[in-house]
């Protein structure tokens, strides 16, 4: 993605330096740009839980020339074990690494966010200028500039803002209407942490059903640690708001939620006290009609969250990153055009992701009995046992992003 003689090299400001932030980052000044990545964390959040890509994700990557320090990073998981309160496995679904047709749950390319943090900020942070501490707190606009104003008080003349501040974006709640409600909620919450790793955590997730619409999900990364999900059904006002409440209250809730599901729970609940770090949030999407205004623009999960259970989060930050810039670096003298081909080109598959989520098959896989809970280990077990599962992956002419395809990039474009 490269400028053409004579072209308007423009400064842009990125609000958030995770995933999507600095992906844009990196084709922008591939493209010529001054980028400035703000980030209100204090260094490099390089924290979080298990990701994966897959499909157009894995080819963004291979199109940063990427693909080898992430391969050199990946999480040895074989496959999914749904197992009882014994820890015995029921089923158990594998990894289809065939290289052919759809990823099954597990992904070939399972990787820590903070490891894909990282590849993304060794490849950006010689050409961008990054600045920890600090965030965007407002901005105002005109035909020809974005004034930002941040959280230390200065402020800064930009020709775009983009807003990479994730699914409670502060930049899409100041361009869409007042009152709107961006997020499509399944009912569905999930915290998660870090436990140490003991003898029998092997490099297969086991996820155990408790009565309640309560499930556990354990998957190990590293010689020393394990992650911990808890995941539950549940529509109140207490769980919607537990998320906004200080970490000591939210561990406080899932412990009291889990009190009583069996397996391992006792462990995890006591890892939760001394885990490096601990996220609790409500499962949703966002789904906007815009994605811009003016010169202020949203990328991934700010104007697309798919949420977790669409195994394409990741992926689509980094596909719709590529997009974005792609449009800038073909218009960088039009960015209404070039923003508006951003929505064009890249929602029908950010529709086609955020539909893998179906409310209805997600509380199939949370049954609110113990009667339900035998019933889908059984069906599950006899799939597993005939290999549907594997036939189905291998045989699926589609993975989860649907046939959408990058489009061609600048470059290629211009040596055509």
């Keep these: 993605m490269t400028h053409g003689p004579g072209t308007r090299s423009l400064r842009v400001l990125i609000a958030g330096g995770g995933v999507a932030g600095q992906a844009v980052a990196f084709w922008l000044t591939r493209g010529g740009h001054r980028v400035t990545v703000v980030e209100r964390f204090p260094a490099l959040r390089a924290t979080g839980a298990q990701v994966d890509l897959r499909g157009q994700g894995i080819e963004a990557v291979r199109r940063m020339g990427l693909l080898d320090e992430v391969r050199g990073k990946l999480v040895d998981e074989k496959g999914v074990a749904f197992v009882d309160a014994r820890g015995k496995a029921k089923a158990t679904i594998l990894a289809n690494t065939s290289g052919q047709g759809r990823q099954t749950l597990t992904s070939e390319y399972e990787i820590m966010r903070g490891d894909l943090v990282r590849i993304l900020n060794n490849a950006t942070k010689h050409d961008a200028q990054y600045v920890f501490g600090k965030s965007v707190d407002g901005f105002e606009q005109d035909e020809h500039q974005v004034v930002a104003h941040f959280s230390d008080g200065s ?79 549940e529509e109140s006002e207490e769980a919607s708001a537990i998320h906004r409440e200080p970490v000591e209250r939210q561990q406080e809730f899932w412990a009291s939620r889990f009190r009583d599901a069996g397996w391992q729970t006792e462990r995890f609940t006591e890892g939760m006290k001394t885990s490096p770090f601990f996220y609790s949030q409500e499962i949703a999407q966002v789904r906007t009609d815009t994605w811009s205004k003016g010169r202020v623009v949203l990328a991934g999960d700010a104007a697309h ?55 209805r098959l997600l509380r199939l896989g949370m049954p609110m009995t113990q009667r339900a809970i035998d019933a889908f280990q059984t069906v599950t077990a006899l799939a597993c046992f005939l290999h549907i599962p594997d036939l189905v992956a291998r045989w699926s002419k589609e993975d989860r992003g649907g046939n959408w395809q990058l489009p061609p990039s600048t470059a290629q474009l211009s040596a055509a």
């Design 155 to 233: 402020s800064g003349e930009f020709d775009l803002l983009v807003g990479a501040d994730g699914q409670g974006s502060r930049i899409r709640r100041a361009i869409l209407p007042e009152g709107f409600d961006p997020y499509w909620r399944v009912g569905i919450h999930m915290a998660y942490w870090f436990v140490p790793r003991i003898a029998s955590d092997s490099n297969i997730r086991d996820t155990y059903m408790a009565s309640g619409g309560r499930q556990i999900m354990r998957r190990s990364h590293n010689p020393t640690e394990t992650q911990v999900y808890f995941v539950m059904r």
């Design 305 to 359: 969250c798919a949420s977790p259970y669409s195994g394409m989060g990741i992926s689509g930050g980094l596909a719709g990153a590529y997009v974005l810039a792609d449009e800038i670096n073909r218009h960088p003298q039009d960015l209404p055009t070039a923003l508006a081909n951003y929505d064009t080109v890249l929602r029908p598959f950010v529709n086609q992701i955020q539909a893998e989520v179906n409310p």
